[in-house]
């Protein structure tokens, strides 16, 4: 069981905008702005695509945004492109020993 | 551009050590206070799993449930940081990562391609 609860599947068609959400608990999402999004597609590496809840690392698309209300985070995509079809990943950190989890994660597919 | 190649081998007999390397191109592991240095594995088919994280001054971090089998070293020398996971099982058979996450965030702005080792007999 993930630290962190993704749906398991969001869908949408192209031009539309979808949100995929993160919900952790007031130990980790809530209490630091600290989460991060990555997006994988099959048989590649995770890519960051949001850091700190809402950065975009230099060359990713605007299209990508982040944002967080209590202790659940949420990516929202907007314009949706079949190359956005992939894995999307949320992570957190949480605490000094264990700094680093993850959510289960979410399959996108752009209908 | 920071770069990172795992290396390694791809088949783990069950009870014996796994043994992985990575080696870092484009950032002197030694006075690269930006990144620490880790390992993500991620089995067949499922999620992302953070395994353990090293600093740049040696200072390890493991996930609790594989705390009592895993050991993460760097090589100043070598600029190359390893992963060794003792007495595995099928469960351990996944793709791992190394990776460079944020001192402060966690965020892992760097990830290798990734190698996918089997556990089996």
């Known amino acids: 069981q993930s630290a962190l609860t993704q749906p398991a599947s969001v869908s949408g068609s192209p031009g539309q905008s979808t949100i995929i959400s993160c919900t952790g608990t007031?130990?980790?999402?809530?209490?630091?702005?600290?989460v991060s999004w990555y997006q994988q597609h099959p048989g590649k590496a995770p890519k960051l695509i949001i850091y700190?809840?809402?950065g975009r690392p230099s060359g990713v698309s605007n299209r990508f945004s982040g944002s967080k209300s209590g202790s659940t985070a949420s990516l929202t995509i907007s314009g949706l492109q079949a190359e956005d079809e992939a894995d999307y990943y949320c992570s957190s950190y949480a605490t000094s020993s264990t700094p680093v989890v993850f959510g289960g994660g979410t399959k996108l597919t752009v209908l | 551009q920071l770069q990172l190649q795992e290396s390694g081998p791809g088949l783990v007999k069950p009870s014996e050590t796994l043994s992985l390397t990575c080696t870092v191109s484009g950032a002197s592991i030694s006075s690269s206070s930006n990144h620490y240095w880790g390992w993500i594995r991620q089995p067949p088919g499922k999620g992302l799993e953070w395994i353990g994280t090293?600093?740049?001054?040696?200072?390890?971090y493991y996930t609790p449930s594989l705390k009592s089998r895993l050991t993460i070293s760097i090589d100043m020398s070598r600029n190359q940081f390893s992963l060794n996971l003792s007495s595995v099982t099928a469960a351990d058979t996944a793709v791992y990562y190394c990776a460079t996450p944020n001192p402060y965030s966690s965020s892992i702005h760097y990830w290798g391609q990734g190698t996918l080792v089997t556990v089996s007999a």
């Open positions: 700190d809840v809402s």
């Open positions: 090293i600093s740049y001054s040696g200072t390890t």
């Open positions: 007031s130990s980790d999402v809530g209490a630091y702005n600290y």
